[in-house]
């Protein structure tokens, strides 16, 4: 057996602040790594097309960040529990090293692929959690149970210190991504032949493995786009996140999303970021921003620990009265809502954002989350399917909250929140210039009746946009009437 370790990226698609691999770099300096094309994932029916686009440009830039470093990113196509130990057994590894994950497959996937190493003897590093900044069984409540209310959860969280960023690159002043001189050791050209019986492939493209995204890539791929990313955030509108970050017209947020899923840049770096930010603050009001920002990804985190701790999310409901909830579940309705065509314009609007850059903004993912469930009566999982299918920054834990948070079905104090469509536009769109970007039928509508919805039948038969398919105000009746029934039957029951 060699001094050979393989580094398994699957969510931490990066060299920099990489906490499994700077522990592999300090076991030996011939650390190659390997990441597996699954197809239990690939195949799947809610895979968007641009999230493996995305995707594939990360591993590409990864590929090139190996080389720079004097090894190699392996590429495996197939089962993971059983492409990686064949792979390591094959190179003669001791060791194949990882970041753990808190979705319900992944525990599931590399508690197999443990025992398969165990079976010839090779090292695994413990459980790893690069992607947190606390481990989700750390954040406990007084009587050591999970949270489940965010706020408690936030006050205890943000009280603990939180991890620097790692050093990658073994003896290394910094880190310098650029830097040619190569700090790892490969594999050698007679090893890589072996790899490549064992079943390495070359990278494939979007278009190979059929989810070629056709349309335009809102979010550059790869580590050093990512870091790029964060630094424009933090000197344009960090200091005004908490003002802007509800404005869908306005580039107000930090669209960090996909590469924190993907892992492209670390959450220790981004942290790292907002205690910079906050250092240099000059006023309460830019504190207060920053400190709002870092609640967004202390909500981003309370997630992924709720998918931890409570892994039947995943499938459905977390409160009692959503879990048999009678929902029209209208498929005309549903098929109006995907293509944006609901007659609701902020609702529209949202929808066909997403459909065409596979990315939305946050405000309107709430605000249609809230819609097809509270208005249109359609089950969450529908919605939250449509999401995955969809989304650029698709990612089971911060997704399946959002919506289990806009539909009241999951970890929330308040079961009864209903957003009114005008009402919600006359707040965030109040000059209506989101909905026209994207909705261009309407932009020559005045913009008083845009925003609160009063488009006449005959203005909008004009312009050729629909009517409104569902009377919000009856449904909000609806709505209530039937969650006061389910309630009721649990106690009568």
Known sequence: MSDLILFWHRRDLRISDNTGLAAARQKSPK??????????????????????????????????RYAQMGSQLL??????????????????????????????????????TIDGLKENGIEFLEKNWDQLLHPPDSIRTGSNQPYTVYTPFWKNWISKPKS?????????????????????????????????QAGAIKLPTAKDLGKQWDGELIIEPGEAA??????EFCTRAIEEYKEQRNFPAIDGTSRLSAALKFGVISIRTVWQATLDALKNSRSEETETSIRAWQQEL?????????????????????????????????????????EGRTGYPIVDAAMRQMNELGWMHNRCRMIVANFLTKD????????????????????????????????????????????????????FDAEGEYIRKWVPELRSIDTEYLVTGKITPIERRAVGYPDPIVDHNKQQRLFKERYQRQKEGMVSG
């Open 31 to 64: 650390v190659v790594g390997v990441f597996c094309l699954d197809p239990n994932i690939l195949e799947r029916d809610d895979v968007a097309t641009v999230r493996v686009t995305y995707m594939i440009g990360c591993l590409r830039s990864l590929q090139e």
């Open 75 to 112: 590429i495996v196509h197939g089962e993971p529990t059983q492409a990686i130990p064949k792979l390591a057994v094959a190179l003669g590894a001791k060791a194949v090293f990882w970041n753990w994950d808190v979705e319900p497959y992944s525990q599931e996937r590399d508690r197999i």
């Open 164 to 196: 620097s960023p790692v050093e990658t690159r073994h003896g290394a002043s910094k880190q310098n991504l650029g830097d040619s001189e190569h700090d790892l050791t490969g594999l050698t050209e007679a090893e890589q032949e072996i790899a490549k």
């Open 226 to 231: 990512a870091q790029e990313r964060l630094e």
């Open 298 to 338: 202390a909500w981003r985190e309370f997630y992924q620990h709720a998918m931890y701790n409570f892994p039947e999310l995943a499938d459905g409901a977390f409160r009692q009265p959503f879990k048999n909830f009678p929902y029209d579940n209208n498929e005309e309705y549903l098929l109006a809502w995907c």
């Open 376 to 427: 249109l009566l359609i089950d969450p999982r529908q919605g939250e399917k449509y999401f995955m299918h969809r989304l650029i920054d698709g990612d089971l834990s911060a997704n399946n909250g959002g919506w289990q948070w806009s539909a009241s079905s999951g970890m929330d104090p308040k079961p009864i929140r209903i957003f009114n469509p005008a009402s919600q536009t006359q707040k």
